[in-house]
């Protein structure tokens, strides 16, 4: 008779419903499932002991001792069986706790499932994404008449939540009779992840039950969508409620303050952590840290860290933090050298950190160190996974290494979008947009559905090899093939399309036909454009576009200034710098700088503040006459000051990157390639001359501008003279 019971309790929980009380499980628990995976039947009696037993086993020694110990008990009782049940849900080990719970049906128990028990297993659905079992366990307690509290009824909602079924979610909670702060934040959670932003807000707001964890649920929420003032607003009302911030509102808070480079809010809350002794935190900890290094402090970063070492230990977030921190503002050697500080401290190089230490390899164009970082993976036997390839093939190519970089590329174990992303990225600066286009041709035969971001490198790769045709095609095509709702980057790259192309007038109109023109990056792409092909009128109309909205920064400026004396309107000129210095709009000194072993040099026109200067600027003197033996005429008319034809060539010829070619010349073997960076793009009469020092030195000279990769050797250029 009790075996028969357990049959018919076992076959009324995983039969499809006839009726159903909620409102949409009729229709979706009709369908009939396989059941359960069974087990063996035991059919003995339990006592409560039994299940102290076990739970202590599952705390102290977990599941597969727990399970040895459960096995061998004379007695299984539900309670035993809550405890195994429950314990994996707690633990992570979702199948495990649905294969208890089908043997528990299947015979092992003399009572049919309480809510402890099915609260445990729609934790487990939830944990495995099982809507359907989870759906025929609600239909079961419907049909039953299982009297659910508030908490079997969360189970109920956070395991349609976690499946990823948002109408039911919300359904489920609207039919709930009682409702606590978990059953409203689930719900809210919901709305965000929907991305009803208004929904969820409405609903926090409708809530009479906002405790600490709801307001963190908003304000997080809030923050993961992208609404960044409505989470600061919502911070602040918190805080004039009275609710006392627990340790995750602070980090969370100090995320929200380096978000929005908030400094003083950041040292605010500081001072609140240190009021609530909340310091040892070390997640607060590493907030901490990270909102300085967001909010540019990296020394008030460096004292915390410090600090605390003895308390962090080797905590690798904490490390990590702090070298994305220098990254982020720039600082890529004092990076690398905090990552030699902590390889000598013992910390172990896991592949997160390795791969913020490649970007700033990148980003500085320290292809010696980059190798070093290589090794290092390659030492450490680290698995070649797409974030930590997607950062060398980035390092490589940004050191001017394109071939590494694509060896790296084939060589990744597993590649996802961003890793094609990536790759599609490099042979766009370096200029290669045929080559761009054939990878992106073989990312489309593996069936890797591009991105945003895909489309903008491929948009960006026809900009700069000068394939207008094709970038119609991929601009049309992402829109009809792949549904992509162009984004202002990509209109900016058309733009840029056209206007390096000398089809301003297309360039212009396409502006106005998209509705564009309240943007001010596409007017200063215009601008740059005119510059380069000398169009006055359209770069007239770009600044003045600029200017009506506020957004004619120092770069713009410079450009229409130096358009005007490109043209030898020199009261034009003189009005507009004069406009500048009045409005205290400062030009960006250009430098360029070189890396020789473990140094940087860097120069600025007719710097002098090198140790070896004078030997520089002798050996530029001799290379510049013997350039002009080789038929190099100095672009005078690119000058920028209305002076004398001798003076405007002498303005030419001590430019930054001169400069540090020179010094790598006299700095390195005979015939050794050179790598020069420079943070502004390199000016005609630069280009111009380089040509001519490669053929003149036999040498590969390699120069990164602001836009690109030009790859000058035997009196050539790989930009063919578009850039």
């Known amino acids: 008779m009790a075996r028969a019971a357990r049959q018919a309790a076992a076959a009324a929980l995983l039969s499809p419903p006839s009726t159903c009380a909620f409102p949409s499980s009729a229709g979706l628990l009709s369908r009939p499932r396989e059941p359960f995976v069974r087990a063996a039947e035991v059919s003995l009696p339990g006592t409560h002991r039994e299940r102290i037993h076990v739970v202590s086993w599952v705390k102290a020694r977990g599941f597969h001792d727990a399970r040895r110990a459960f096995d061998g008990t004379p007695t299984r009782s539900l309670p035993a069986w809550t405890a195994i049940i429950s314990g994996c849900a707690r633990g992570g080990r979702y199948a495990d706790g649905m294969r208890a719970f089908a043997e528990m049906l299947g015979g092992g128990s ?7 028990v099915l609260a445990g297993v729609l934790r487990c659905c939830a944990g495995l994404g099982d809507l359907e079992s989870g759906r025929r366990v609600h239909g079961w307690i419907l049909r039953t008449g299982v009297r659910p509290d508030v908490v079997l009824c969360n189970a109920v909602l956070d395991m349609y939540a976690k499946c990823g079924d948002r109408g039911l979610t919300r359904r489920a909670f609207g039919a709930m009779a009682e409702k606590d702060a978990v059953s409203w ?19 926090f707001d409708e809530s009479p039950l906002r405790d600490v964890s709801s307001w963190n649920t908003i304000i997080s929420g809030l923050m993961r969508s992208g609404c960044a003032a409505e989470a600061l607003d919502r911070l602040r009302r918190m805080a004039r409620a009275g609710v006392a911030f627990s340790n995750y509102t602070y980090s969370m808070a100090f995320a929200l303050a380096g978000m929005l480079s908030l400094q003083d809010l950041g040292r605010q809350l500081h001072g609140c952590v240190v009021v609530a002794a909340l310091e040892d935190d070390a997640f607060v900890r590493c907030s901490l840290m990270d909102m300085y290094c967001k909010c540019g402090e990296m020394e008030a970063a460096l004292s915390i860290f410090d600090r605390w070492s003895q308390f962090i230990g080797d905590i690798k977030f904490a490390w990590s933090t702090m070298v994305a921190g220098y990254i982020q503002n720039g600082r890529e050697e004092e990076a690398l050298e905090f990552f030699r500080r902590m390889l000598r401290e013992g910390v172990p190089a896991e592949q997160f950190i390795l791969t913020s230490v490649a970007a700033a390899c990148a980003n500085g164009g320290m292809v010696e160190q980059g190798k070093q970082v290589h090794g290092f993976v390659e ?20 050191c001017g290494s394109l071939e590494d970089a694509r060896r790296i590329f084939d060589s990744a174990q597993a590649k996802n979008v961003a890793l094609w992303t990536t790759m599609l990225c490099s042979y766009a600066s370096h200029g290669k947009g045929t080559m761009a286009i054939g990878i992106f041709n073989i990312m489309k035969a593996e069936k890797v559905a591009p991105n945003e971001i895909t489309l903008v490198a491929v948009l960006s790769a026809c900009s700069h090899s000068g394939l207008v045709g094709e970038g119609d095609h991929y601009f049309n095509l992402m829109q009809e093939e792949y549904g992509i709702v162009p984004r202002i980057e990509h209109y900016n790259c058309m733009v840029d399309l056209y206007g390096r192309a000398g089809i301003l007038d297309k360039a212009k109109d396409f502006i106005e036909e998209n509705n564009i023109g309240h943007e001010a990056i596409v007017w200063k792409t215009l601008l740059s454009a005119c510059r380069l092909h000398k169009h006055i009128d359209y770069a007239k109309l770009a600044s003045e576009k600029l200017v009506q909205l506020e957004q004619c920064d120092a770069g713009s400026y410079v450009l229409m200034s130096n358009m005007y004396a490109t043209n030898s309107k020199w009261l034009d000129a003189y009005k507009l710098r004069s406009s500048m210095r009045e409005w205290r709009v400062r030009k960006e000194p250009g430098q360029s700088w070189i890396h020789l072993k473990n140094d940087v040099h860097r120069f600025v026109a007719r710097d002098t503040s090198h140790p070896r200067s004078a030997e520089i600027y002798a050996y530029l003197e001799k290379m510049m006459e013997r350039l002009k033996e080789m038929g190099y005429t100095s672009r005078t008319d690119l000058a920028v000051h209305d002076v004398e034809e001798e003076q405007r060539e002498a303005s030419l010829k001590f430019h930054s990157e001169k400069l540090a070619i020179s010094f790598g010349i006299i700095s390195t073997p005979v015939g050794a390639t050179l790598r020069i960076f420079k943070n502004l793009r390199v000016c005609e009469d630069c280009h111009e001359a380089i040509k001519f020092i490669s053929r003149a030195t036999e040498r590969e000279i390699i120069v990164r501008d602001l836009y690109r990769f030009h790859h000058f050797k035997d009196g050539q250029c790989s930009c063919k003279d578009f850039w």
Request: hydrophobic share 50%; glycine share 6%.
């Open 185 to 203: 934040n689930i719900v809210i959670s919901t709305c965000l992840q929907d991305g009803d932003v208004l929904g969820a807000m409405q609903l």
């Open 379 to 398: 030492k450490l036997g680290h698995r070649l996974d797409a974030p930590l390839a997607s950062a060398l093939v980035d390092m490589y190519s940004k």
């Open 110 to 116: 003399a009572a049919a499932p309480n809510a402890f």
